[in-house]
């Protein structure tokens, strides 16, 4: 099973943590990757080009010359292809260039791609990403304390004004949060970078705060809310 350093801010390790195997741990499905890259692409073209045909220009309504007598090659119209302010053959005309990928894929190139990253070793893990206020100098900060360079791809459990604001003037960062989490994004980033909450999330596992209570014996958030609403039915008994 594959495994990541948790690190906290300043860079120090905390521990191992390890990966789901179904997720990061399983073959890397190259065509998979590249048939769902290039039908991303390929949605974001806005197909509006458009050109005009010999029948869409104006003018040209009358012969040039007669057919015949002048010694000069026979024409129809001045907006033939071949003429300078013609039509355009064979030209582009709007359409749609997206391309159907069902979510099987969908999902089967995201595994790879986080296949990928783990196996590379451009996956880090930092333990969570708080700030006072938007200061780019502290995202430059956690970025050298854990040594990561290039194009930065930060994945936040949930939306934060402040780090984000903090990353926003890095222009090789990118942030994203694990529901619109990318195949493209992951392939993109020479380096990719979790908070331990926004791998929870992805993997489907429970927060480090009640990993850290069930291993402590404490009850977590949802054993108290129970344990709360049963004294509260008794009361009203």
């Known amino acids: ?45 806005a197909g509006t080009h458009s050109t005009k045909t010999r029948g869409e220009v104006s003018g040209g309504g009358v012969k040039p010359w ?7 090659a026979r024409q129809g119209s001045i907006r033939a292809p071949h003429w300078a302010g013609g039509g355009v053959a064979h ?10 990928v069902n979510k099987k894929m969908k999902r089967a190139a995201l595994r790879s791609a986080l296949a990928d990253a783990a196996a590379s070793g451009k996956l ?10 938007p200061r780019t100098r502290d995202a430059v900060g956690v970025l050298r304390a854990l040594d990561l360079r290039g194009k930065v791809l930060v994945v936040l ?24 989490l990318s195949t493209y994004d992951l392939l993109a980033a020479d380096r990719v ?7 929870d999330l992805l993997t489907g596992e429970s927060s480090s705060l009640e990993r850290t209570a069930e291993a402590e014996g404490e009850p ?11 004294e509260a039915e008794g009361e009203e008994g």
Do not use: W
């Open 124 to 133: 880090a893990v930092v333990d969570g990403l708080t700030f006072d206020g």
């Open 1 to 45: 099973m594959p495994s990541v350093e948790v690190r906290d801010t300043q860079g120090e390790v905390l521990g191992q943590r390890e990966l789901p195997e179904e997720l990061f741990g399983g073959p890397v499905n190259v065509a998979v990757m590249h048939q769902v890259v290039v039908a991303g692409a390929a949605a974001q073209r």
């Open 66 to 72: 007669r057919q015949k007598g002048t010694g000069r």
């Open 193 to 199: 970078l979790f908070t331990s909450a926004a791998l």
């Open 220 to 230: 977590t958030e949802a054993e108290v809310e129970t344990e709360t609403e049963t």
């Open 157 to 180: 459990s949930e939306p934060d004004e402040a780090v984000e604001k903090s990353f926003r003037n890095l222009p090789e960062t990118k942030i994203v949060c694990p529901g619109n």
């Open 91 to 100: 030209g582009p005309k709007p359409r749609d260039y997206a391309m159907r």
